[in-house]
Every structure is written in structure tokens, then in C-alpha cells.
């Protein structure tokens, strides 16, 4: 097996011969992945390289109408501020990064969120109770799932909806 690890910022394409001779086989890499284990099959296998730190992939930016009022709503949930714009606001979970972005060129949807985020916390009644007194809108009451959360889901000010959970089996032992 020819072991190829050739990062592909540079490279279009990566002969995979076996033994080093030239066997015309050629793959095509993409930016930021990496060839490895060359299996026999003619096939290779794509690795993506780390690029940053997992807490800053898959990052969400949430468009608020109201900056103020949706960063007070987030700080009043537990989420940590980070730093703040004119017009843009990083805050944190458990070193995980939440954008909100003010937008007042775009219109925003009725009644129903079109996604949510789930927020994993150790005791999901606790979480429950604080929404509540906030008087935050409540989209899914808190209930046992059959995917093994205790959960519910809330819609921030602008509709985005938050999923705060407790595993099941965390919370019975």
C-alpha cells in the first residue's frame, strides 16, 4: 500500500501508483483535504485537514431585527458575550460560538422556526424553569423523547428556535 499524505493547497493532482512507478493513475485532490491510504481498488480515501479549532466550525449566525433586545435575551439564557459591533455580536456556550447579526433588510418568517440549535445542559428542568420566567415563546414543551432527551424548544425574539436537552439516562442516574 502506498501511504500518500500530500496536502493539497499546490496540488491539482496526485499520482497514486503503487511501488512509485508511473501507472498513469491520477486523483484529483481539493484545497485543504488530504490523500491517504491508497487502497489497491483504485480508490482513495479523503481526509479533511483541521483548519481551526472545532468550536469555530459550523458556526451559527443567527439575523436579529433588534440587536440590543436579542443580545439581552441571549445573556439572560447563560450565553457568555464575547465581543460586540455596531451591528454584530459574538457570544459563546461552553467555548462554542452563537453570531447575531442585525438585519433590517430582510423580512423574517411568521409563526414557526425554520431551524433550532441544540444546547446540551446538566439539568434541563433548571433550564425550563428560567425560560418560563422569562416569559420566553415555548415552541415545544419540556418532555421525556424518544430519542433519549429530556428537551425543549423556545424561539428567540426573532424566531429562531433554541432546543435546550438533558440525556435521559444522565438525569435518572
Not at 496526485?14 to 491508497?38: E, R
Not at 440587536?67 to 456556550?93: H, I, N
Not at 423580512?107 to 424553569?129: C, H, L, T
Not at 435546550?164 to 444522565?170: E, P, T, Y
Amino acid at each position: 500500500m502506498n501511504l500518500a499524505a500530500i496536502h493539497a493547497d499546490d496540488v491539482t493532482h496526485v499520482d497514486v501508483s503503487a511501488g512509485g512507478g508511473a501507472s498513469g493513475k491520477k486523483v484529483k485532490t481539493c484545497v485543504g483535504f488530504l490523500i491517504a491510504n491508497y487502497h489497491s481498488e483504485d480508490r482513495a480515501q479523503f481526509i479533511m485537514t483541521p483548519y481551526v479549532h472545532p468550536t469555530e466550525q459550523l458556526v451559527v449566525e443567527i439575523y436579529v431585527r433588534d440587536l440590543k433586545r436579542s443580545k439581552a435575551f441571549y445573556l439572560q439564557l447563560g450565553f457568555d458575550l464575547l465581543s460586540e459591533k455596531e451591528r454584530f455580536v459574538m457570544l459563546a456556550w461552553e467555548d462554542h460560538r452563537l453570531f447575531l447579526e442585525e438585519r433590517n433588510d430582510i423580512s423574517f418568517p411568521a409563526n414557526f422556526s425554520q431551524a433550532n440549535v441544540r444546547i446540551m445542559v446538566s439539568d434541563v428542568d433548571e433550564f425550563w424553569k428560567r425560560v418560563v420566567e422569562m416569559k420566553a415563546r415555548v415552541t415545544n414543551p419540556i418532555a421525556d423523547r424518544a430519542y433519549g432527551l429530556r428537551d425543549f424548544t423556545i424561539a428567540d425574539p426573532d424566531g429562531f428556535g433554541l432546543r435546550f436537552g438533558s440525556w435521559l439516562s444522565r438525569i435518572s442516574e
